[in-house]
């Protein structure tokens, strides 16, 4: 599984209007809707099943960056969006610290394996320093896009 496969074209946000999480994920949310992802009549029930898991526990695993995600039924092929957040947002990080980078991962409830590969695959790239500070610095959905497309080629280390 690619991660460059995995981000809809659409779906990345360079810089996320949104200053909070909530207003955050609902940014990420219609940007996968808008690029195809989900039925804009899922939106209400996709930005509150999301925001369930994050009340669960915080999707922020600490180095500037959070991966929400959901499993939903309505949901027919995986489909992650990207936004990055030039001033930080407060995640309820586990290290604390605000979050730069966020990738908002839908799943279809049927593919409980895909979705596992899924998130092995996001947290790989993002476990990787080189990774997430060229992620942080990018300027435009192209950067990422390019970024995303030398992840996959293992260009970056």
């Known amino acids: 599984m690619?991660?460059?496969s995995l981000v809809k074209d659409g779906a990345i946000v360079s810089q996320l209007a949104a200053?909070?999480?909530d207003a955050v994920i609902a940014e990420l949310i219609d940007a996968l809707i808008a690029a195809g992802a989900a039925e804009a009549s899922l939106r209400?029930?996709?930005?509150r099943s999301?925001?369930?898991?994050?009340?669960?526990?915080?999707?922020?695993f600490g180095k500037g960056v959070a991966v929400p995600?959901?499993?939903?039924?309505?949901?027919?092929e995986m489909a992650a969006a990207v936004g990055l957040s030039s001033g930080g947002v407060d995640f309820n990080a586990l290290d604390k610290q605000p979050v730069?980078?966020?990738?908002?991962?839908?799943?279809?409830?049927?593919?409980?394996?895909?979705?596992?590969?899924?998130m092995e695959v996001i947290f790989k790239n993002l476990s990787k320093d080189t990774f997430r500070r060229f992620l942080r610095q990018a300027g435009s959905s192209e950067e990422v896009?390019?970024?995303?497309?030398e992840a996959d080629d293992q260009q970056i280390s």
């Open 2 to 4: 690619k991660l460059s």
């Open 19 to 21: 200053k909070e999480r």
């Open 44 to 47: 209400g029930d996709l930005i």
């Open 50 to 60: 999301v925001l369930d898991r994050e009340r669960k526990g915080s999707t922020g």
């Open 69 to 76: 995600h959901v499993k939903h039924a309505a949901i027919k």
């Open 100 to 118: 730069y980078s966020v990738f908002l991962l839908l799943s279809p409830e049927n593919k409980p394996e895909d979705h596992l590969h899924a």
């Open 145 to 149: 896009r390019v970024l995303l497309q």
